[in-house]
């Protein structure tokens, strides 16, 4: 008779898509090597229905895994029931997995590896290890040690605090007795992240990057994994090969624009002591336009602000020529190396108005007379004339008259408090 499934609300870690726990209690974990592992029997052909579940399972799709397990009713025996065992597991449905693994027993002639490894893992998600540490013994007892149970106890291993690497080691030879294992990826992807972010902890970055190498191998998408290679490239000073993973997991929601800004600052400090300055000077570039401040690019800042400097005097004999479009060019490349040289920014305006672009040389002199007079500097140009001509030729003389006042209102005996009467004056002719 077909057994009904138990539908519960998820929120148990699945033994299909293995979340790990960050500390688990109980005794050590049962020893293993390689040579006292019995060799495992020829693979035999797998039947697609139950190809098809496993697919959906190890994706974490337990809906599609229940609708495909309720087409074929009890028709594949034991490894339906183990199959039903781990859809109700993903589902968060613990008690309902375990009567699986009791209906499987029922069902099996002999005691069988697959339905008792399948138990181990599953008190292991369960967080019952000492459970499933006292039924891994009762298997080698049943049926000895075959691929089946070093999966079962690469998983407790990979549960249990400092066991990652021997976990994996386990894992590795489940690999090597049956490399057709199923729900052998994802506790292996675990292990190789556990292993690399120790390795990487421990400062041996060659080997984190290793272990997230042969994790992307197994799921090339998995952030994890992605994260681990780009730190552990980060810690090699693989900076090219770093910052681009960053992007990318940043772009999905994980990590921030400051991080990648840091990290380009250390690029731009990396190329500069090699000798490549023009590479430094764009790394730190890319720094400030992630949100870098002075202070967080150290010399860099001021690597900026000299060759901002230089690509001011370019842009002046360029404009000097008459080239207009090279000039814009020029101070504009400076403003995004020190946005806080108000040269390039009065000269970028000035191109601008003479190329027609009035509202934008407008921005732009306001922004240059909003920063001197953040920074209490005095400027040697009337950079407000300059913007109501801006406003003016804009088409928005109302803008015009109202610079106008409000230098008057603040300076009304200043410098250039004439010059800007006899500019109303004229504008209230029109």
């Known amino acids: 008779m077909q057994r009904l499934r138990s539908r519960t609300a998820p929120g148990l870690a699945a033994l299909a898509t293995f979340a790990l726990a960050s500390g688990c209690g109980g005794s050590e974990p049962i020893q293993s090597t390689a040579a006292g592992v019995a060799a495992a029997g020829a693979g035999t052909a797998v039947d697609p229905r139950v190809a098809d579940i496993r697919r959906a399972l190890a994706a974490g799709l337990p809906d599609a895994a229940w609708t495909l397990l309720d087409s074929v009713g009890d028709s594949l025996g034991a490894e339906g029931d183990l199959l039903r065992a781990r859809a ?22 002999r005691p069988d590896p697959r339905v008792l490894a399948t138990e181990v893992e599953i008190l292991a998600s369960l967080d019952r290890l000492d459970a499933a ?21 690469g998983w407790v291993l990979l549960r249990t605090p400092g066991g990652a690497r021997e976990g994996l080691t386990a894992l590795e030879t489940a690999r090597e007795l049956d490399p057709d294992l199923p729900f052998l990826e994802h506790p292996l992807l675990q292990a190789h992240l556990l292993v690399g972010r120790e390795a990487l902890t421990n400062e041996a970055a060659d080997q984190a990057l290793a272990h997230a190498l042969l994790a992307r191998q197994l799921a090339p998408d998995d952030p994890d994994a992605r994260e681990l290679e780009a730190d552990a490239r980060a810690a090699l000073l693989d900076f090219d090969g770093a910052i681009p993973l960053y992007e990318e997991l940043r772009e999905e929601g994980r990590g921030s624009d400051d ?28 720094a ?3 949100g870098l401040d002075d202070e967080g690019l150290g010399f860099g800042a001021d690597l900026l602000a000299e060759e901002a400097v230089k690509r001011v005097d370019a842009a002046s004999e360029a404009f000097a020529a008459g080239d207009l479009e090279a000039a814009e060019t020029g101070f504009s490349s400076a403003l995004e190396l020190d ?4 040269e390039a920014r009065d000269h ?4 601008r108005f003479k190329l027609g672009d009035f509202e934008g040389a407008a921005m732009g002199w306001r922004r240059v007379l909003e920063s001197a007079r953040e920074r209490g500097i005095e400027l040697p140009d009337p950079v407000h004339l300059n913007l109501a001509r801006a406003w003016h030729a804009a088409g928005t003389p109302e803008r015009a008259r109202e610079v106008l006042e409000e230098y008057l209102a603040s300076e009304p005996d200043g410098p250039w408090a004439e010059a800007t009467r006899e500019m109303l004056d004229r504008l209230a002719e029109e």
């Open 259 to 286: 991080a990648i800004a840091t990290l380009q600052q250390r690029r731009g400090t990396f190329l500069l002591l090699k000798g490549r300055r023009d590479e430094a000077i764009e790394a730190y570039r890319a």
């Open 288 to 290: 400030r336009e992630l």
């Open 348 to 351: 970028l305006a000035v191109c």
């Open 88 to 109: 109700a597991l993903l589902e968060g449905d613990g008690v309902g997995a375990l009567r699986e693994i009791e209906a499987a027993k029922q069902e099996s002639e």
């Open 133 to 153: 540490r006292e039924a891994l013994r009762d298997a080698y007892a049943e049926v000895g040690r075959g691929a089946e149970l070093e999966r079962a106890r």
């Open 339 to 342: 946005p806080a040289n108000l």
